[in-house]
């Protein structure tokens, strides 16, 4: 099946700081989507992007499908940024029709 | 309610137990899917239901049941867990358009935390 990598693993910021989380997969994609896990488990959508450019306030994600990578940008950080973000892909290859997800970027923003 | 919704929100079960746990989606989409996250392991993909048709089993062993009575709701059975099988379970649910190139946004429940002891 696909595969998912994501990196860095752990990132620790201050607050203010720019970040770039990376995600790389190993065949095309028909959906891919950033998450962020809360401290309670809670997934929460941050961007459907299997291709293209998209911004929501001070998070962007730019996903180029034919070089197979998604990045998510966090710009200002603030503290309740701190978390896990997850890249989670659907392969185009005839796999399974759930998302494969990354190990996840473990991102802590100290005040 | 709105979005998806997952109960309980944890579960403590001795290894003889059976138990269900319950999702259910008021975002009228017609797809459905249980997660597993585990400490060791990333999240992985369970069960995949399409307009109430199991369409994917990844491997997952015969003590998980699902059971997906209408589009809106979606079970776990369990019965005669392992300690190892303590994890998060994550219901989700997207909008499947019914062809093979209609992948939408998934959007997730809280979960249900599980301690098997």
């Known amino acids: 099946g696909i595969q998912v990598e994501q990196s860095p693993p752990d990132l620790i910021l201050q607050e203010g700081a720019n970040s770039t989380l990376r995600c790389n997969f190993s065949d095309s994609v028909n959906n891919l989507q950033w998450f962020h896990q809360n401290p309670w488990g809670q997934l929460i959508n941050l961007f459907y992007i299997p291709s293209g450019t998209k911004q929501n306030g001070r998070l962007s994600a730019t996903t180029v499908a034919t070089e197979r990578y998604s990045l998510l940008y966090i710009s200002s950080s603030q503290t309740t940024d701190s978390g896990v973000y997850f890249c989670a892909v659907v392969g185009s290859g005839g796999g399974a029709d759930g998302l494969t997800f990354g190990k996840g970027t473990h991102l802590i923003i100290q005040p | 309610e709105t979005g998806v919704t997952q109960t309980p929100r944890h579960l403590v079960m001795g290894m003889t137990n059976k138990k269900s746990l319950k999702c259910e989606q008021h975002l009228g989409h017609n797809a459905m899917y249980w997660y597993k996250q585990s400490a060791k392991k990333p999240l992985e993909l369970m069960f995949v239901?399409?307009?109430?048709?199991?369409?994917e089993n990844n491997s997952v062993p015969s003590r998980f049941s699902p059971e997906c009575p209408n589009s809106s709701h979606l079970f776990l059975h369990l019965h005669t867990l392992q300690p190892e099988d303590s994890a998060l379970y994550l219901c989700?649910?997207?909008?499947?358009?019914?062809?093979?190139?209609?992948?939408?946004?998934?959007?997730f429940g809280p979960g249900t935390r599980l301690t098997v002891l």
């Open positions: 239901y399409n307009f109430k048709e199991q369409t």
């Open positions: 989700a649910s997207s909008q499947d358009g019914g062809g093979q190139l209609t992948y939408n946004e998934q959007f």
